[in-house]
């Protein structure tokens, strides 16, 4: 099993582009979030999702969207990139309600 | 939501036990206890959980109070690869996982 696969690992972006951080898992697993974590910060949810075809907002979802059209896949939409949006993102997938999450190793975003 | 308060850091030699503590004075019956560490450059790993009782894996053990306002995460023998940003959160029970990062506790191992 892979886990969890984030792509790319990195990226720049110019302000005002839009661009999709791809998170793939091969788990089955129903439960999948997304994280971004700034320099010297936790981390902190933005989107996430119970199951396909069912997606929340987390604590800073604005500049960002989701989908959920599979159980495997659930990317991450920047819709018109802003330098307050440069920070690390992780995905992360969980079979159900209290059972732990696999993380990925995350996207480097800068936006300049 | 209910809160969770750990020191910022700690510090312990390798070889030795480390006890991580964290306290959650208004946590819920609800509630499960959860810990993830960050290695550096890393993203985010699971340790282990509990509700009420003890609790061991591979990895670690949690002990949690009998009240259940506190919690120790016990790392039985501290290697290098244990330093990493230690986590403790609460998660209800029954509902939409979202983990609530804190500011976890940073623990440092030297020889």
């Known amino acids: 099993n892979a886990g969890v696969t984030q792509t790319p690992k990195f990226q720049v972006l110019k302000t005002g582009q839009s661009m999709t951080l791809q998170c793939a898992q091969d788990?089955?697993?129903?439960?999948m979030s997304w994280y971004r974590q700034d320099p010297g910060m936790g981390l902190r949810l933005i989107h996430y999702s119970v199951g396909a075809g069912i997606t929340d907002q987390g604590e800073v979802p604005n500049g960002y969207n989701v989908s959920r059209s599979t159980t495997e896949d659930f990317p991450l939409r920047l819709l018109s990139a802003a330098p307050s949006q440069t920070s690390v993102y992780f995905c992360a997938s969980s079979p159900s309600a209290n059972y732990g999450y696999t993380f990925g190793s995350g996207t480097r975003l800068t936006v300049v | 939501d209910a809160k969770t308060t750990q020191p910022n850091s700690m510090e312990s030699n390798e070889e030795e036990p480390v006890h991580l503590p964290c306290n959650h004075s208004t946590i819920s019956g609800t509630d499960y206890i959860h810990w993830y560490r960050q290695l550096p450059s890393q993203g985010p790993e699971y340790v282990i959980h509990g509700l009420t009782s003890n609790v061991n894996n591979r990895m670690a053990s949690l002990a949690i109070a009998e009240d259940r306002k506190s919690s120790t995460l016990i790392l039985h023998r501290a290697t290098l690869r244990d330093a990493a940003v230690y986590y403790c959160?609460?998660?209800?029970?029954?509902?939409?996982?979202?983990?609530?990062f804190g500011t976890g506790t940073r623990l440092q191992v030297t020889l």
């Open positions: 788990m089955n697993h129903e439960y």
């Open positions: 959160i609460l998660l209800k029970a029954g509902t939409a996982s979202k983990l609530t």
